[in-house]
């Protein structure tokens, strides 16, 4: 299962309809953010973004997994400040 970083990159997607901006935003290159996201794809069997010369726009897979996306991206985090609050370490 892929990472919550490629989640990240989905949701720059959504936001931005750009992968230049997107990838600025997530601070990678262009290249590993569509190649990630590409790999996301591949492993769902469906496409989620449609690729176009002046951007980029998610399919209706790609705006039916967003909310999940945030979702798991927003746990991880919360996830992550659980693990680190001093009673945990």
Request: aromatic share 6%; net charge positive.
């Amino acid at each position: 299962m892929p990472g919550v970083r490629v989640l990240t990159y989905l949701l720059a997607i959504a936001e931005f309809g750009h992968f230049g901006r997107a990838a600025e935003r997530c601070n990678v290159s262009q290249s590993t953010l569509s190649g990630q996201l590409k790999r996301f794809e591949d492993y769902l069997g469906v496409r989620l973004i449609e690729r176009h010369p002046d951007g980029a726009r998610l399919t209706d897979a790609g705006r039916r997994v967003v909310p999940w996306a945030d979702v798991m991206v927003h746990a991880a985090k919360r996830l992550r400040d659980t693990a680190r609050t001093p009673e945990c370490t």
